[in-house]
């Protein structure tokens, strides 16, 4: 498949999940999946390269559960998404990642309490169908972009195709710093 770069076919919303300024020269897309230990070990060099970089990049985050591989994928899914609701989807994702998969029931209501989330409230918004909705057509326009697996991260609307899984630090950071660049 080399040369066939996949490029991102939904356009970054106001209705993604995103952190760094809208009007930022590179946007990170990533694609991922609570429950999947390659996004939990990327997790952390994503945050130093966000970190590293600081305005110039836009972190946006998209649900891909890959609920046929990891069987709590989708509540925790679910769960970011509840926690959004009361203005702390980062804080919640940031969690989930490093739970490193123990992402059972009472597992989501110890960390909503953590990030200091109201866990009723979460437990009746991840119930709320309009979630599960928002889960499975995000998913499928995922697919339409070319994800099959997580994580898989887009700079700029274009595949990045790393050399190493999971991501390494340098080699996203100097991509990114690539795209930089190119924009000007």
Known sequence: ?????????????????????????????????????????SHPVIERVMESLGEKVRLVFRQFPLVSLHPHAQQAALASEAAGRQGKFWEMQGRLMEARGALGPDDLVRYA????????????????????????????????????GTPTLFINGVRYEGETEPVEEGELRGAIEAALGSAG
Not at 17 to 34: C, H, I, K, N, Q
Not at 115 to 139: F, Y
């Open 1 to 41: 498949m080399a040369g066939l770069a996949h490029t991102l076919k939904q356009p970054v919303t106001e209705d993604d999940w995103s952190r760094g300024p809208a009007e930022a020269p590179v946007t990170l897309v990533e694609y991922a999946d609570f429950e999947c230990p390659d996004c939990q070990r």
């Open 113 to 148: 309490e953590e990030v200091g989330l109201d866990a009723e409230q979460l437990r009746r918004d991840m119930e709320d169908p309009a979630l599960r909705d928002r889960i499975r057509e995000g998913k499928l326009l995922g697919v339409r972009s070319g994800v099959n």
